[in-house]
């Protein structure tokens, strides 16, 4: 007999495991390392862009909590 997949809706909870090993492997790995040492590479035209875009979010944001104890220690 033919098994298909399971239908999960709005959500696949494998993909979306698979997907975060996925993740968590490549930040701990050496060229995941380099790329977050490195930063995002920001074109120079799309600065501008990108600080209205952070604008417009915080204008609608409830709370700023990147003051806070538990932001300050992610970073």
């Not at 920001?42 to 604008?55: C, D, I, M, S, Y």
């Amino acid at each position: 007999m033919d098994k298909r997949p399971t239908n999960h809706g709005e959500g696949n909870p494998q993909a979306a495991e698979d997907f975060n090993k996925a993740e968590r492997d490549f930040v701990a790995s050496e060229k995941g390392q380099r790329k977050i040492k490195e930063g995002p590479h920001v074109k120079p035209g799309e600065e501008a862009a990108l600080q209205q875009a952070e604008q417009r979010g915080k204008s609608r944001a409830k709370n700023d909590d990147s003051h806070t104890e538990q932001m300050k220690s992610k970073h």
